[in-house]
């Protein structure tokens, strides 16, 4: 297949999770073969970004760094990864699938001519083609889907595969961006974070969410104690986020995040199908609910019937004795 | 002013989607109600698209009877084996035929989740354009639309000039329900149906469903509100890798 690129997303210098989990996967593929895997990635300051890169895998690395990429702006991005694609003139570029990445797949798939597989939870590649699987219909059936063409692009679904350190020695180019946030007819004024966003959610090992059973403060409180035990992210349902307890960037679902943690904690959440669709791909799910016939046991591997406002305490006190 | 707002048909994914219930893709419907909410009290027009079969007539007419002024529907049995490469391109070749000032889309539609139409239909296009909104509004002192997006960390605030293609979440608002007098209204309004030849070949396609595996269900743990507590924090220590 010659030159696979894999984006690699970053903020302040450290990589994503769900990228290196992609970088390592790749790399690991290929072991054995005369494929190269290139990595590129857009941050203002190196940070540990080539030290990080080089342990899961790159064989080379593309360094954008400019403070054009401070901030996500969808031209810029788009702009820097057509110019690692010109560059690399690889067959497959393989992305994590972020919101940033959502933002510019599209785009540049029409301006480089790619073939493009989106959020995908698995994937083979051969010569000129990638079958892979995706989930449709709001996660309930999932769809195996062919590409094909000389560059196809794949972006993967965070914790489809695994981020296995797998080092090697990357020679490393250093380029600015190709077009700054001046160039472009479109302009960020402003980025709003929630006061209590400290926690990357689509990036972070524990998530508690909180839903409809959530009903106040203390219930808030409960969820903010139970996952700084974790130093976890903090989700919600959108029926909680409707009634303004939890912010809307806290939102797990097909229209909010899609996450995969290790540990997820569904407080109160009855379990509808379109809150499911965004976390049903975690490792290991607990879910406390009122209702033994709530829909969200289907999917946990542990559940408890019982009212959160007296379970969770106990809990937040039991995980103490143990860490 | 003149909005474009693509929409489409799909399964409704909430209830039992063999059930063959087809519905105006949530996104879209937050796509027109922000339209509806941005040209409420103008003489601004709301033109709507939509690629799909003869069937799919009765979602704009719901479109419609939510208060769109016109439509166009590209009528094709075989929409549902075009790629988003190929629906963005179809869709581009219209949008070069005629005027607008914002083109809107859903963010994705429910049934793919594939989200790529809309910043497909920008690069086409060649428009400046923002993905995953969930607030639009004009500003005073500012010709085009403010744009709030939902991003990896935080929401954006853009200001984007005319003309523009934005694809909005449906967060972003409720879409109303067409009100009795909508859906007579509806019935005069002008649906411009054209058949056509689809020309752009899908570099992908779908092979075939798969059911995903079923979980093992869960296990319910017993006993005193203590007792469970106890149980569970065992299995967390020995199984979850967190501890």
């Known amino acids: 297949m010659g030159k696979i690129l894999v984006h690699v997303g970053s903020q302040g210098g450290e990589a994503k999770r769900s990228s290196l989990e992609v970088l390592s996967h790749v790399s690991r593929k290929i072991a054995g073969s005369d494929d190269v895997v290139v990595a590129c990635v857009f941050d203002v300051n190196p940070g540990r970004l080539e030290q990080t890169i080089g342990e899961y895998g790159a064989d080379d690395i593309l360094m954008y760094m400019d403070p054009a990429y401070e901030s996500h702006l969808n031209g810029v991005l788009a702009a820097g990864l057509e110019d690692a694609i010109r560059a690399t003139a690889p067959s497959l570029v393989v992305f994590a699938s972020s919101e940033s990445v959502k933002d510019i797949l599209g785009a540049i798939a029409v301006n480089t001519g790619a073939a493009v597989l989106p959020d995908v939870v698995s994937f083979s590649a051969g010569s000129g083609f990638v079958e ?75 998530v508690v969410a909180a839903g409809r059973g959530v009903k106040d403060e203390v219930g808030k409180r409960l969820v903010e104690e139970l996952a700084g035990l974790f130093g976890g992210g903090i989700g919600a349902s959108r029926a909680v986020v409707e009634t303004d307890l939890f912010p809307a960037t806290a939102q797990i679902g097909q229209t909010g995040k899609v996450v995969s943690p290790d540990l997820y904690f569904a407080l109160g959440i009855s379990g509808a199908i379109q809150h499911v669709a965004g976390m049903s791909n975690s490792r290991m799910i607990v879910a406390i609910n009122k209702d033994a016939d709530a829909p969200i046991f289907e999917y946990a591997d542990y559940g408890i019937v019982g009212d959160l406002y007296t379970v969770v305490p106990l809990l937040i006190e039991e995980i103490k004795r143990h860490k | 002013m003149k909005f474009l707002v693509c929409i489409k048909q799909v ?33 601004s027009e709301i033109h709507l698209v939509l690629i799909g079969p003869d069937s799919a007539k009765e979602t704009i007419r719901k479109a419609l009877a939510m208060g769109a002024s016109s439509a166009v529907h590209f009528v094709s049995a075989e929409s549902d084996s075009m790629d988003s490469g190929s629906i963005a391109a179809q869709l581009a070749s219209y949008c070069a035929e005629i005027q607008f000032d914002i083109v809107l889309c859903g963010k994705q539609s429910q049934d793919t989740d594939a989200g790529l139409t809309g910043g497909m239909l920008a690069a086409h296009l060649k428009l400046p354009y923002a993905t995953n909104a969930v607030g639009l509004a004009y500003q005073d002192s500012y010709d085009g639309i403010v744009v709030t997006r939902q991003g990896d960390s935080g929401q954006e605030i853009l ?79 020995q199984e979850s890798g967190i501890f």
């Open chain 1, 132 to 206: 892979a699987v995706r989930p449709v219909m709001a996660a309930k059936s999932l769809a195996r889907v062919r590409a094909e063409g000389e560059l196809i692009f794949v972006s993967v679904r965070s914790g489809s595969v695994e981020a296995i350190k797998n080092p090697k020695n990357p020679g490393t180019t250093t380029f600015e961006a190709p077009i700054k946030p001046a160039d472009l007819k479109q302009q960020l004024k402003e980025i709003i974070k929630a006061a209590d966003e400290t926690v990357d959610l689509s990036e972070a090992r524990v």
């Open chain 2, 159 to 237: 200001q984007l000039p005319l003309p523009c293609l934005v694809t909005c979440s449906n967060d972003m608002n409720n879409p109303r329900i067409p009100s009795l007098k909508g859906i007579m209204q509806a019935k005069k309004k002008s649906i411009d149906a054209r058949q056509f030849e689809n020309n752009s070949l899908s570099s992908t396609r779908i092979l075939n469903y798969e059911q995903p595996a079923a979980r093992e269900p869960a296990r319910m743990l017993e006993g005193e509100t203590e007792e469970k507590v106890t149980a569970l924090v065992l299995a967390l220590v």
């Open chain 2, 11 to 43: 399964p409704d994914v909430s209830g039992n989607v063999n059930s063959g219930r087809m519905v105006l893709n949530a996104y879209d419907a937050s796509a027109v109600e922000a339209a509806l909410v941005l040209t409420e009290g103008t003489d």
